[in-house]
Nanobody
Framework: QVQLVEFGGGLVQAGGSLRLSCAAS????????MGWFRQAPGKEREFVAA?????YYADSVKGRFTISRDNVRNTVYLQMNSLKPEDTAVYYC??????????????????WGQGTQVTVSS
């Protein structure tokens, strides 16, 4: 059974940093596209970042967030710096069974974590 479990959410002041982790089990994702999405209250789930052979970012986080992966640990990370109140959301890790070029499109992903809350205070 495939599971994605996120860690690292919490409460931080504006300008601060957090690092989210997503640990995968049940299969390896070293050759798969993996992504981070977020959903704020009353809003639709939106793309944040993805990693496959390259890395991709939403314009709103470019230059502040960094996605990376550790294939030995089967884990994906999201380093979030210079956090803003508008970054407040539940953050979800997602994985595709293989590679997808539509990394920004949530339905492309086959597996999802349960989400972790990130709250940025002003």
């Amino acid at each position: 059974q495939v599971q994605l479990v996120e860690f690292g959410g919490g409460l931080v002041q504006a300008g601060g940093s957090l690092r989210l982790s997503c640990a995968a089990s049940g299969r390896t994702f070293s050759s798969s596209t993996m992504g981070w999405f977020r959903q704020a209250p009353g809003k639709e789930r939106e793309f944040v970042a993805a990693i496959s052979w390259s890395t991709y970012y939403a314009d709103s986080v470019k230059g502040r967030f960094t996605i990376s992966r550790d294939n030995v640990r089967n884990t994906v990370y999201l380093q979030m710096n210079s956090l803003k109140p508008e970054d407040t959301a539940v953050y979800y890790c997602a994985a595709n069974r293989g590679y997808t070029g539509s990394y920004y499109h949530a339905p492309e992903y086959d597996y999802w974590g349960q989400g972790t809350q990130v709250t940025v205070s002003s």
